[in-house]
Each structure stands twice: as structure tokens, then as C-alpha cells.
């Protein structure tokens, strides 16, 4: 049995029940070469080869209809209380399940918003509606799934937010190895490769692309956002600044940290760049208090983006933060302004359970990037940190 499909097939149908919607209908096939994002969570790690629909209804009935190969690991999951596996084709018992349930919505996973709610392919979508569906009343009782996966993959269960926490456990550990490693003379290559051999030592994997994860950038010629460590060299007077997460036990970290090399002389940072320092603290606190079950996004957002701008900054180019589970974008609300390329994701209300990163970052003139990352838990007297903060600037010497 797996406990977390269990856990979360049962939170599927209290959300469908919430969204008076009468089932949802996942349709997949051949999953191994890129399956539906949700199938994790709803079906665990298992392939899905021939055409199949796993069905959660508003009444809390959860049935699979599967090819017959398929069948001992549909049951496996102990999610579904009737497995239905089938030989020729899946077309008698899907529509004896939809007669027999009756339901006046059918929601797919169709999303115009939510990536990771627009599993259903196109191809898949045209034999569902325009094959299988044809001709009966159903076809026309079909809607978008988004609501239901969106809360689906953000409202963590507990089990999901301990997964969470040994990974960002896992990531702080590296952290502290590589601040210890730190030295003016490494290439920002070389100092990304100690990191993927420490994450290989613990036998953990990259929570995104491995060639960017982590994002090392020093000085302020540096490559920011999603850009491979380059061969520029770490220096006295540089800010390095990190971006990287672990993937363990299928939950994901996503941390950003900055270190500071000082000069010969220098005992502390230059006063720019502690006040820098300072500010991105100020803006991760007002968007951390800001996150309020019932809040949106943008509201979120607005309250981190007010403290770097009063401040004479530039506005920085993403959102504030996004939300964090089983991949380091996981889909659902986002904390970040109302511009066209979020579309209504930051409309979305905080809601209890969820877990988001908090992401401002400024730009110090000849010194280099000031981002940091935290990952927060949303709970009902509004967040918490899941990892211990980064409060002061790491200040690394001359080995």
C-alpha cells in the first residue's frame, strides 16, 4: 500500500466535495514516457501503459480501469476500491462506470493556467471526448480539473511537509559544507561540482536540472536567473550567491543563500552591501507575514516588492515566490504581481497547508546578486519557516 496515494486520493474527494463537482477523470497511457504530473500523487510511481482512467468521485468511490498487466499494481496502490482491468479495450467499463455513477460533471485535467493541471494531452483528449464519449450524455458535462489539482498537490498533507523538511534538512547541510569549501581562486564550476559531489555522497538528486542546480554566481559579471555556473572566478569583494535544491523521497528543497569574501582588512561586509542584506531580510519578513490563509498572491507579492522599491532598487523581474512539493515548482498560486505571464495564478487565495518559497532579490553595483530563498509552510495562524533563515550575510576569508 502506498500511504501517500492513500492519503491523497482521500483529500481528492473532500476537495471534490468542496468544489461540488461529481468526478474526476484522469486519462493516461503510456506514462513512462511522460506521464500526467498528478499520477504521482494519485497513483504513486507505477507505469501505466495501455489507455487508462482512474476515477475519484464526490461520493468518495475511487475506481481504476486499467489494462490487465496493470492490474496487481492499480490494487497495490490501496487507493482504489475497484480495480477494473480490461483486455481489448477500455470503452465497456468506462462508460458502465459513468452509467452506473452518473455524474452531471466530469472534470479532466485541462488547465489554460496551471501546468501541472494540464496533464491531458491533446490526442488524449480528442479520444476521450470524441471517441470514447461520443454519443453519450457525458461529453457535454466535461470541465477543467485545475481547481481540484491545484489544491490537490498545494494543500500538503503531513506526511508530504516531514518529506519536505529532510530535504531542506539535506540542503542546509550541503550549505554548511560548501561555506566551509568557499575560498577566493574557485571558478564558480568548480564550485558547483563539490556541491553535485556532495549531493552525490548523500545520495540525494538535483530538485531541477542538474547543469543549473545549483546557480552559482560571483562578482557582478555573473549570469543571474536559470544559467549554468560559468568559469569566473570567485574573488575578495565578491558576493557568491547559490540557488539549489534536492529532490528526497520524491519532495524538494529550494534555497537560495549569499556569502560575502572579504577584502584583505575587511572585518565585515562594505556598508552597500549589508544594507542590501538587510533590505532582502525586510522584504522576505513582510512578505512572511503577509502570507495569511485567505490572502492572494499578489497580495503576498506586493508586500515583498513595496520593501525593495521604496528602497530606491529596481523592481525585481519574477514573482516573489512560487509553491514547493513534489517538484520545485509545484504548480497551484503563485506569490507574484498581476502581469500577463501568470495569468490568474496570483489571484489565487493562501490556503492552509500549502508550501511556498519566499524569493526577492536586489543587485549590489560592482559587488553582485543579494537573493535569498526561503521555504515556508502556510498554517492557520499564518506561516512558518520549514529550515532554519539565512538572518545574516556569511562572511568567508582567505583561506
Not at 24 to 32: D, G, I, Q, S
Amino acid at each position: 500500500m502506498n500511504n501517500l496515494v492513500v492519503e491523497k486520493t482521500s483529500q481528492a474527494v473532500q476537495i471534490l466535495q468542496e468544489e461540488n463537482v461529481d468526478l474526476w477523470l484522469t486519462f493516461v497511457r503510456e506514462t513512462f514516457a511522460g506521464g500526467d504530473p498528478v499520477l504521482p500523487l494519485i497513483y504513486g510511481d507505477s507505469s501505466l501503459t495501455w489507455l487508462s482512467a482512474l476515477l475519484i468521485g464526490r461520493n468518495g468511490q475511487k475506481v481504476a480501469i486499467v489494462g490487465r498487466f496493470e492490474e496487481e499494481a492499480a490494487r497495490g496502490t490501496g487507493a482504489f476500491d475497484r480495480v477494473l482491468p480490461y483486455d481489448q479495450s477500455i470503452l465497456p467499463g468506462l462508460i458502465a462506470v459513468l452509467e452506473e455513477l452518473n455524474p452531471q460533471s466530469i472534470a479532466i485535467n485541462t488547465s489554460k493556467n496551471d501546468v501541472l493541471a494540464d496533464g491531458l494531452t491533446h490526442g488524449m483528449y480528442q479520444i476521450l471526448v470524441e471517441e470514447l464519449l461520443v454519443g453519450t450524455p457525458f461529453a457535454d458535462r466535461i470541465i477543467s480539473a485545475e481547481k481540484i489539482i491545484s489544491a490537490l498537490r498545494g494543500r500538503k498533507t503531513p506526511l508530504e511537509v516531514e518529506q519536505i523538511k529532510s530535504a531542506i534538512y539535506e540542503t542546509e547541510k550541503i550549505y554548511q559544507n560548501i561555506f566551509s569549501f568557499l575560498r577566493p581562486g574557485l571558478t564558480e564550476r568548480m564550485v558547483a561540482a563539490h556541491m553535485h559531489q556532495e549531493l552525490e555522497k548523500a545520495g540525494l538528486s538535483h530538485a531541477w536540472t542538474p547543469s543549473s542546480c545549483p546557480a552559482v554566481n560571483t562578482g557582478p559579471d555573473s549570469p543571474m536567473g536559470h544559467a549554468e555556473p560559468t568559469d569566473l572566478i570567485v574573488q575578495q569583494g565578491h558576493i557568491v550567491h547559490f540557488d539549489f535544491g534536492v529532490r528526497k523521497d520524491g519532495y524538494c528543497s529550494d534555497i537560495q543563500r549569499v556569502a560575502y569574501m572579504l577584502r584583505e582588512g575587511e572585518t565585515e561586509a562594505p556598508a552597500l552591501v549589508r544594507h542590501g542584506f538587510e533590505i532582502i531580510r525586510a522584504s522576505i519578513q513582510a512578505a512572511f507575514e503577509a502570507l495569511q490563509p485567505g490572502a492572494t498572491g499578489q497580495e503576498v507579492d506586493a508586500a515583498a516588492r513595496t520593501v525593495v522599491v521604496d528602497e530606491g532598487y529596481p523592481e525585481f523581474m519574477h514573482a516573489t515566490g512560487h509553491q514547493l512539493g513534489r517538484l520545485a515548482h509545484d504548480g497551484g498560486g503563485i506569490l507574484g504581481p498581476l502581469w500577463d505571464r501568470y495569468g490568474d495564478l496570483p489571484l489565487r487565495p493562501i490556503e492552509i497547508g500549502q508550501v511556498y518559497t519566499i524569493e526577492p532579490h536586489i543587485v549590489i553595483p560592482g559587488y553582485g546578486c543579494l537573493g535569498l530563498e526561503e521555504d515556508v509552510l502556510v498554517t492557520e495562524n499564518g506561516a512558518v519557516y520549514l529550515g532554519p533563515p539565512q538572518t545574516e550575510l556569511y562572511l568567508v576569508r582567505k583561506h
